[in-house]
């Protein structure tokens, strides 16, 4: 037990299917500094925002989620490294055998520091960088081209290497209602957002707000 530890969290999603394979508990960490131009998750900037969830809870969600089934664990954002120490001890009391960690970091792996290379020994497979507008890609679950998937571990190399160059046709997107609110899980392509927008207001649905407007 992590007594007394907390995450900042945004959301918390059971089952995704479009960010890692197979069907994944997805946590959406609070917080990020980083402001790429761009960004569809601007929601997920403040750090104040979200709930700070108990990481035995956390824990509780995820051993829900492996008894239904879960294939692996999908840590987005926000940026999770910016709670480096707390998302550590998270993953270290998280490992299930034969079920994968993914993690996504606006970071570059040289711009990290101790504490947040030491969550990376905990995961199997990294997604880098910043979302970069200008430099669309079809590449599967990143969302620009400068983005690097980079597996950790032999779990990692086994469930990741064969996607690191794949660019589906369609990218994988879902669409979640939970609580009032209409969440995409996933990278849609560039300039889709605007476009989905566009079309529910011509059929009479208006978003009173949208994470991806600046
Ligand atoms: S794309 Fe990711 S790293 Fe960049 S501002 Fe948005 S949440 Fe932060």
Known sequence: MLSGRALRTSRVLYPITALGPGRRLGIWLQ??????????????WNPGGG???AVDDLLRMWHDAV????????????????????LAEFLAAATVADRDVL??????????????SGVLERV???????????EPTRLIWRGSANQRLIPLTPLGEQRYRPFVDVSPPRAPVQVRVDDGLLWLVGVPPAGALPKVERSLREQGIVFEEAAWRP
């Open 103 to 116: 993690l996504y970091t606006g970071y570059e792996l040289d711009e990290l520091g101790e504490q947040q």
């Open 51 to 53: 709930t700070e969830v």
């Open 31 to 44: 917080g990020c500094t980083l402001a790429c131009k761009g960004c569809m998750s601007r929601d997920t």
């Open 124 to 134: 199997d497979a990294v997604i880098t960088g910043r979302y970069s507008a200008g």
């Open 67 to 86: 008894r239904a089934g879960a294939d692996g664990l999908t840590i987005s954002g926000g940026e999770p490294l910016q709670q480096a120490a707390v």
